[in-house]
């Protein structure tokens, strides 16, 4: 079969910068940076599994009750699903962009930016309450140290607590700044941390789990899904299970500075998603059947205690002593995934800038260190200032911002799934492979994710969503939540003004590989 490809071939320039195939340009970063095991390292540590777990073992208890592990399993399946496309756009089109990039080679400029704006937004938002958790295990770990009670309640002076997360954050960002190998062995010692001391406690709270009132039993219809009571608990608890996956594709936003770009991304991120949900079922069953599902006490349902379960569960299961261990982990959880969570933002942001998506400056690179330093230093300033705004309008901001990130995670991860679909579609019918791997895998993935944004959309309307607060009788985490991606729209319009030539497809085209029929 003969195929005449019409797209800008290599070599072409677009505006002076060095471009490839279809427009897409190099970057200036850092290249053969990252391996293998680097970059697995740095999608664990951005998923961040202790702070993950402390965050949302509670809520997601609250939701789907004894079938929290089920739920665990069962938002394992679309990020896998979706992992394919990722995988399979990286191959093609390795650019450090990743789903603004691939959507727009997809759909288009204006559904492109909004994808790259529902990755900037999330990341943000992530950003902000990793540093929020960081300082109340700071506190309380300083706490058990110094044993004062009135150390460990420093966390609940708003000044104190604000402050303390804001240096967080600027020390993360001072860090990211120097670049992704200027701390290659801090994050191999702080994710071996963290997985070292989940084992402990799984261990430990298995071996106590008949030695306390609220412990129950291991089941196996803990592994049932259909068990859930209602469809709406189960999208909600689903929501919550996408954010402790989310973070995994941080390994393919560092493609342009590792070693093999079109394989090692992809390979890096399934080991660490295989690590993730294994850690995830473990603790999630240990936990269980140590604290059961009761709403008091050290029950998993608790109200009082669902934002930050390890808190209560540390000493009762560790003891004082090692107790301090799980606090610790939380630290080196929140903290590690603090400064790797500044890749993907920052190098989405550097991509927009690069096509004109976005303003000039977001594409510098810093000459010594090979980093998007400027667009580094902006997301330092955009997390501070919304976790600090976000804090003093709402005292439930940790909680809401995690069910309003589901949404965004939902959103942006869809488009990148049907954009894989669609990029590759005549490719689809020339090897049941393809027609795996590319259509029916990344389709699966993003109608699941479709329907539970669809879904949590609609739930997240009533104010008894989340955490209960409301803004004129609208739950607030519709308000943060869809407010977020308004605010993509309104800048994107404003953007379109600015630089029009991107919004008309002449700086990235929109098109379709040239097509290879297999043996």
Request: glycine content about 10%; proline content about 4%.
């Amino acid at each position: 079969m003969t195929h005449v490809d019409t797209r800008p071939q290599a070599g072409d320039t677009v505006s002076g910068a060095p471009s490839m195939e279809g427009g897409v340009r190099e970057k200036g970063l850092g290249g053969n940076s990252v391996g293998l095991m680097g970059n697995a390292v740095i999608g664990i540590s951005t998923v961040a599994p202790v702070y993950c777990l402390t965050a949302t073992l509670g809520p997601t208890v609250a939701e789907v009750g004894l079938q929290m592990p089920a739920v665990f399993l069962a938002g394992f399946l679309p990020m896998l699903l979706v992992a394919f496309a990722y995988r399979e756009l990286n191959k093609a089109i390795p650019d450090c962009g990743t789903s603004f990039t691939w959507s727009v080679k997809a759909f288009g400029p204006r559904i492109g930016w909004m994808c790259g704006w529902g990755l900037l937004v999330a990341t943000i938002v992530v950003l902000s309450n990793l540093a929020g958790v960081a300082t109340s295990f700071f506190y309380l770990l300083l706490g058990e140290l110094t044993g004062s009670a009135d150390v460990a309640a420093l966390d609940d002076n708003k000044a104190a607590h604000i402050l303390t997360t804001l240096a967080f954050i600027a020390i993360a960002t001072a860090i990211s700044y120097r670049g992704i190998t200027a701390t290659k062995w801090v994050q191999y010692a702080l994710v071996g941390l963290q997985l070292a001391v989940l084992l402990m406690f799984v261990y430990m709270a298995l071996t106590k789990s008949g030695e306390v009132a609220n412990s129950i039993d291991f089941s196996w219809s803990w592994m049932n899904p259909f068990a859930v009571e209602s469809f709406a608990a189960f999208t909600a608890g689903l929501s919550l299970s996408i954010f402790i996956y989310w973070g995994w594709d941080a390994c393919l936003s560092i493609n342009e500075e590792s070693t093999g770009s079109a394989k090692t991304p992809g390979r890096a991120a399934t080991l660490a998603m295989v690590v993730i949900v294994v850690s995830y079922l473990m603790v999630a069953i240990a936990a269980q059947m140590y604290a059961g599902v009761g709403e008091k006490g050290t029950g998993l349902g608790n109200p009082e205690t669902s934002d930050n379960v390890f808190a209560v569960l540390a000493e009762p299961i560790m003891g004082s002593g090692l107790g301090i261990l799980l606090f610790l982990a939380v630290v080196a959880s929140a903290a590690a995934s603090l400064q790797t969570t500044f890749i993907p933002v920052a190098r989405t942001a550097l991509a927009m800038s690069t096509y004109k998506a976005m303003p000039a400056s977001f594409s510098k690179v810093h000459p010594r260190f090979k980093t998007p330093g400027r667009a580094t230093v902006i997301a330092g300033v955009a997390t501070g200032v919304f976790y600090a705004v976000m804090t003093l309008l709402s005292e439930n901001v940790l909680v809401d911002t995690i069910y309003a990130l589901g949404l965004m995670i939902c959103f942006y991860y869809a488009i990148t799934a049907f954009a894989c679909v669609w990029y590759f579609r005549r490719e689809l019918r020339t090897s049941a492979r393809n027609l795996m791997v590319k259509g029916i895998f990344p389709g699966v993935g993003a109608l699941m994710l479709t329907a539970v944004f669809g879904q949590t959309l609609y739930d997240m309307w009533d104010p008894a969503y989340g955490s209960g607060s409301s803004l004129f009788g609208v739950g607030s985490v519709f308000v943060i939540g869809v407010g977020l991606l308004l605010l993509g729209a309104v800048l994107m319009f404003a953007m379109q003004r600015v630089s029009p030539a991107f919004f008309r497809g002449e700086v990235l085209t929109q098109d379709t590989p040239a097509l290879v029929v297999e043996d």
